[in-house]
């Protein structure tokens, strides 16, 4: 019989076999803050205008060049349980604001990156999270002082248009105010008189072909794809839309019809046809002039469409098939009958138009507020086209942030060295231990403009001491000058370098929140992976 052996004394002894079991600084603490960092290190490079892409293939095999942290991060897929709790709270940044993904991570990163050194002085985990907590609630409290202005007019172009502009200055460098002009017309167009603006107004259209200058904004919907029938353009367009297909309806239940000669084989054909065309002619006796279907649309139907000049368009997503009722004020009908006056839809102009080689379908309203607006983006690659996208998502989002909370803070690092400099001031005015994490904190603000000056093949430490020297001044709008030869510093609101106030506000609190969970865990456990073992590879084994 085989010896039975005992297991371990401890807490493994408690759990199954397979599991794994850390504790204690070096165990849980420091590996925790290790894996932080490495993810930190991946997303830092990408930060800012100068921001390097990342190429990412994810499981299914699909490539991502992109310095999105967001997107990065998405396709990842992180494993690591204290890691996982940084992407968490970039996500959160990203639903709540849609801007500031990697700032939030970055500076979540440095705030554990700084917390290991106090812990390898002596400090406890909680000392250093309560100093955090205290820096965060002095740094809030200090952030509505650096606000520099407002955007005063929400329908006014051109301030919109300066308030995104950095937003897609950092993913899109050199096309910032082509694409901010855009997403500024589209975004006012569809802004409602009341109630609260929806990202989800403002669709994108890619189509492969010409340069990123060629892209434009259409009040209304654009399709990948041709009519049905023969009418290409119809103006001043009632538009009936149906979830069904628009085709001779089967019966629910098997019917067996006897035909016992020829003509009574022609007489049930034409009653049929009779039937569908007396259907499509009630839609038509309505004033419908386009037919959106949802489903297949028969041939027998598109005939009878064809004969009474009506346009029809099929759509494969129920989804866009709402969008569009949602743009012409139409309501999608189940099966085929006629719309009422309050079910049928109005739209300026439907019309099939070639953009590159790609044929589409337009749904344009003329006048200037319209339910959506398409932006159609040209580019020369897929890669090109999905980056712009990414950055047009950015820009509706800051949009939307605006719509928030119209104020803005300066960029480019300088509303976080000024942070910083009255945060280490601070602290040598608190007793206790607390003093080191808050000065801490504030070093860790530090990362931003080192980071950009960094990513600009620039000297770190010559542009900290500029941005110090001036903000000792007084000079609190001063940040990091990009376009600098070398180290060097300017006025970044004069500049149209801001940030909205709410993206800063909200970054600061996820931030901390997940650097403070991470430090707070001392002990890891983790159970067997569910499952039973792998099938063996037997290389012997036929194909068969």
Same mark, same amino acid.
């Given at each position: 019989?085989?010896?039975? +052996?005992?297991? =371990?004394? /401890?807490?493994?002894? *408690?759990? @199954?076999?397979?599991?794994? %079991?850390?504790?204690? &600084?070096?165990?849980?603490?420091?590996?925790?803050?290790?894996?932080?960092?490495?993810?930190?290190?991946? +997303?830092?490079? =990408?930060? /800012?205008?100068?921001? *390097?892409? @990342?190429?990412?293939?994810? %499981?299914?095999?699909? &490539?991502?060049?992109?310095?999105?942290?967001?997107?990065?991060?998405?396709?990842?897929?992180?494993?690591?349980?204290?890691?996982?709790?940084?992407?968490?709270?970039?996500?959160?940044?990203?639903?709540?604001?849609?801007?500031?993904?990697?700032?939030?991570?970055?500076?979540?990163?440095?705030?554990?990156?700084?917390?290991?050194?106090?812990?390898?002085?002596?400090?406890?985990?909680?000392?250093?999270?309560?100093?955090?907590?205290?820096?965060?609630?002095?740094?809030?409290?200090?952030?509505?002082?650096?606000?520099?202005?407002?955007?005063?007019?929400?329908?006014?172009?051109?301030?919109?248009?300066?308030?995104?502009?950095?937003?897609?200055?950092?993913?899109?460098?050199?096309?910032?105010?082509?694409?901010?002009?855009?997403?500024?017309?589209?975004?006012?167009?569809?802004?409602?008189?009341?109630?609260?603006?929806?990202?989800?107004?403002?669709?994108?259209?890619?189509?492969?072909?010409?340069?990123?200058?060629?892209?434009?904004?259409?009040?209304?919907?654009?399709?990948?794809?041709?009519?049905?029938?023969?009418?290409?353009?119809?103006?001043?367009?009632?538009?009936?839309?149906?979830?069904?297909?628009?085709?001779?309806?089967?019966?629910?239940?098997?019917?067996?019809?006897?035909?016992?000669?020829?003509?009574?084989?022609?007489?049930?054909?034409?009653?049929?046809?009779?039937?569908?065309?007396?259907?499509?002619?009630?839609?038509?006796?309505?004033?419908?002039?386009?037919?959106?279907?949802?489903?297949?649309?028969?041939?027998?139907?598109?005939?009878?469409?064809?004969?009474?000049?009506?346009?029809?368009?099929?759509?494969?997503?129920?989804?866009?098939?709402?969008?569009?009722?949602?743009?012409?004020?139409?309501?999608?009908?189940?099966?085929?009958?006629?719309?009422?006056?309050?079910?049928?839809?109005?739209?300026?102009?439907?019309?099939?138009?070639?953009?590159?080689?790609?044929?589409?379908?337009?749904?344009?309203?003329?006048?200037?507020?319209?339910?959506?607006?398409?932006?159609?983006?040209?580019?020369?690659?897929?890669?090109?086209?999905?980056?712009?996208?990414?950055?047009?998502?950015?820009?509706?989002?800051?949009?939307?942030?605006?719509?928030?909370?119209?104020?803005?803070?300066?960029?480019?690092?300088?509303?976080?060295?000024?942070?910083?400099?009255?945060?280490?001031?601070?602290?040598?005015?608190?007793?206790?231990?607390?003093?080191?994490?808050?000065?801490?904190?504030?070093?860790?603000?530090?990362?931003?403009?080192?980071?950009?000056?960094?990513?600009?093949?620039?000297?770190?430490?010559?542009?900290?001491?500029?941005?110090?020297?001036?903000?000792?001044?007084?000079?609190?709008?001063?940040?990091?000058?990009?376009?600098?030869?070398?180290?060097?510093?300017?006025?970044?609101?004069?500049?149209?370098?801001?940030?909205?106030?709410?993206?800063?506000?909200?970054?600061?609190?996820?931030?901390?929140?997940?650097?403070?969970?991470?430090?707070?865990?001392?002990?890891?456990?983790?159970?067997?992976?569910?499952?039973?073992?792998?099938?063996?590879?037997?290389?012997?084994?036929?194909?068969?």
């Amino acid at each position: 019989m085989a010896m039975h +052996v005992p297991a =371990a004394p /401890g807490f493994s002894q *408690m759990l @199954k076999e397979g599991a794994k %079991h850390y504790q204690g &600084l070096e165990e849980a603490v420091y590996r925790n803050i290790s894996a932080c960092n490495e993810l930190t290190k991946t +997303v830092k490079s =990408a930060y /800012g205008p100068n921001g *390097m892409n @990342k190429m990412v293939i994810n %499981h299914l095999g699909k &490539l991502f060049v992109t310095n999105d942290a967001a997107t990065i991060l998405k396709e990842l897929e992180v494993q690591h349980p204290a890691a996982k709790m940084l992407v968490m709270a970039s996500q959160m940044q990203e639903q709540e604001v849609g801007d500031g993904t990697n700032w939030t991570l970055v500076f979540a990163g440095q705030l554990l990156t700084n917390a290991e050194e106090l812990l390898r002085l002596g400090l406890s985990p909680t000392e250093v999270a309560d100093g955090y907590n205290v820096a965060l609630r002095k740094a809030t409290e200090m952030l509505p002082d650096l606000i520099c202005g407002a955007v005063k007019n929400m329908r006014d172009v051109a301030e919109v248009t300066r308030a995104i502009r950095p937003a897609i200055m950092s993913k899109q460098f050199g096309n910032e105010d082509f694409l901010a002009a855009l997403i500024a017309e589209a975004c006012i167009a569809t802004l409602p008189e009341r109630g609260v603006f929806n990202i989800d107004s403002v669709r994108v259209c890619k189509i492969l072909g010409c340069g990123v200058a060629a892209s434009s904004v259409v009040n209304g919907m654009v399709f990948k794809r041709a009519v049905e029938g023969n009418v290409a353009r119809v103006v001043g367009a009632k538009v009936a839309a149906f979830t069904c297909p628009v085709d001779i309806t089967t019966t629910e239940t098997k019917g067996t019809v006897l035909i016992k000669s020829a003509a009574e084989m022609q007489d049930f054909s034409k009653g049929e046809e009779n039937a569908l065309e007396s259907r499509i002619k009630a839609i038509v006796d309505t004033g419908v002039t386009v037919v959106v279907s949802g489903g297949k649309v028969g041939d027998m139907a598109l005939h009878f469409l064809n004969k009474y000049g009506v346009m029809v368009v099929r759509l494969l997503s129920k989804f866009e098939l709402r969008r569009l009722c949602k743009t012409i004020g139409a309501t999608a009908l189940p099966q085929l009958m006629p719309p009422t006056s309050e079910e049928m839809g109005f739209v300026s102009q439907a019309y099939v138009d070639e953009i590159g080689e790609t044929p589409v379908v337009v749904f344009k309203q003329d006048s200037a507020d319209s339910a959506v607006s398409t932006i159609v983006i040209r580019g020369s690659t897929d890669n090109i086209m999905d980056d712009i996208e990414r950055a047009i998502d950015d820009g509706v989002n800051t949009f939307k942030a605006y719509t928030r909370d119209p104020q803005f803070v300066p960029g480019a690092g300088a509303t976080e060295i000024e942070l910083a400099r009255r945060l280490i001031a601070y602290a040598e005015t608190c007793p206790g231990l607390e003093q080191y994490a808050i000065n801490k904190f504030g070093e860790a603000l530090e990362v931003f403009p080192k980071t950009l000056a960094e990513n600009a093949g620039v000297k770190a430490t010559e542009v900290l001491a500029l941005l110090y020297a001036a903000h000792q001044d007084g000079k609190k709008n001063l940040g990091f000058d990009n376009e600098a030869d070398g180290a060097g510093v300017k006025d970044v609101v004069a500049a149209g370098v801001v940030d909205p106030f709410v993206v800063k506000k909200w970054g600061l609190n996820f931030a901390v929140s997940s650097a403070v969970t991470v430090l707070q865990v001392d002990q890891i456990i983790m159970a067997k992976a569910a499952g039973g073992p792998k099938p063996r590879k037997n290389e012997a084994w036929d194909e068969d």
